[in-house]
Nanobody, 122 residues
């Protein structure tokens, strides 16, 4: 019943912007922490950004100043605004939800979407 669906990925040039969305259904995550992770080819799934139930945000050093995470509790939706994209941002982006506290660890999020591909050409 619980489902997370990412959207908004695509192929863009370096320096371009994309806005990713994650829609949740089956339960509310309004009082849970949510996050974005990404997995590049040949690499492990890595933390990108997280947002707490109170709106506090956290970012990986590699995306600070370029990415912005936000959420809409009423819609159970999660967003990631990505600006000044770089080739190294190329990855499948996943939204995670259900963490009892803000975390950078994949293991703290029991619910995941299928991912959306972001490809940045150099």
């Amino acid at each position: 019943q619980v489902q997370l669906v990412e959207s908004g990925g695509g192929v863009v040039q370096a320096g371009d912007s994309l806005r990713l969305s994650c829609a949740a259904s089956g339960r509310t995550f309004s009082r849970d922490n949510m996050a974005w992770f990404r997995q590049a080819p040949g690499k492990e799934r890595a933390f990108v950004a997280a947002i707490g139930w109170n709106g506090n945000t956290y970012y990986a050093d590699s995306v600070k100043g370029r990415f912005t995470i936000s959420r809409d509790g009423a819609k159970d939706a999660l967003y990631l605004q990505m600006n000044s994209l770089k080739f190294e941002d190329t990855a499948v982006y996943y939204c995670g939800a259900g963490a009892p506290y803000s975390s950078r660890s994949v293991h703290e999020y029991p619910y995941w979407g299928q991912g959306t591909q972001v490809t940045v050409s150099s």
